[in-house]
């Protein structure tokens, strides 16, 4: 199974601020990455696929990046709806995996 | 509007079974790939089994594998994931999400439903 692993585990940030959320696959996984915010007692919700692509309607203050084994998450000016956890998800093969997710909370 | 509605979580003693099911609506439910996912109590996400628009192609993570059966009703535009064997790591919201495409992520979810496993 190919882990993933985000880091930091927590990040506490000020809106304003750039963030920016690392993944890592143990083996490649292409750029076959998505990434997801989740909210305390909601759902996921799509942010980006096939590492660096917008999901329709997600704000374009958030954008991906990187290929292989390393990709990164990054919000360019942090919004207040945007404290949330955040997880990537690897599908280039299965079982496909999720990162163990990566907090974001005010500072 | 595009939505998943989950149902079928409840508390059930170890070894026991329950049956979830999904509604899609607010698109073309028979030409979409559906999961499973689920998540513990303060934990992360766990991808727990897949089926293919046709029903042709299912997976499932390892540790449900001879326990756990997806299957869907396209004429009904439903998912069900039928739980067999059911122990105390099974506890978790069990969400349904829809696969974007020919790929394995996913861009429509259910808001869960939640089954414990507990004596």
């Known amino acids: 199974d190919i882990q993933m692993t985000q880091s930091p585990s927590t990040l506490s940030a000020s809106v304003g601020d750039r963030v920016t959320i690392t993944c890592r696959a143990s083996q490649s996984v292409s750029s076959w990455l998505a990434w997801y915010q989740q909210k305390p007692g909601k759902a996921p919700k799509l942010l980006i696929y096939?590492?660096?692509s917008l999901e329709s309607g997600v704000p374009s203050r958030f954008s991906g990046s990187g290929s292989g084994t390393e990709f990164t998450l990054t919000i360019s000016s942090l919004q207040p709806d945007d404290f949330a956890t955040y997880y990537c998800q690897q599908y280039n093969s299965s079982p496909w995996t999720f990162g163990q997710g990566t907090k974001v909370d005010i500072k | 509007e595009v939505q998943l509605v989950e149902s079928g979580g409840d508390l059930v003693q170890p070894g026991g079974s329950l049956r979830l099911s999904c509604v899609g609506s607010g698109f073309t439910f028979s030409t979409y790939s559906m999961t499973w996912v689920r998540q513990a109590p303060e934990r992360g996400l766990e991808w727990v089994s897949y089926?293919?628009?046709?029903?042709?192609?299912?997976y499932y993570t390892d540790s449900v594998k001879g326990r756990f059966t997806i299957s869907r009703d396209n004429a009904k535009n439903s998912l069900d994931l039928q739980m067999n064997s059911l122990r105390a790591e099974d506890t978790a919201v069990y969400y349904c999400a829809r696969v974007k495409g020919s790929y394995a992520f996913m861009d429509v979810w259910g808001k869960g439903t939640t089954v414990t496993v507990s004596s």
């Open positions: 089926i293919s628009s046709g029903s042709n192609t299912l």
């Open positions: 096939k590492a660096s």
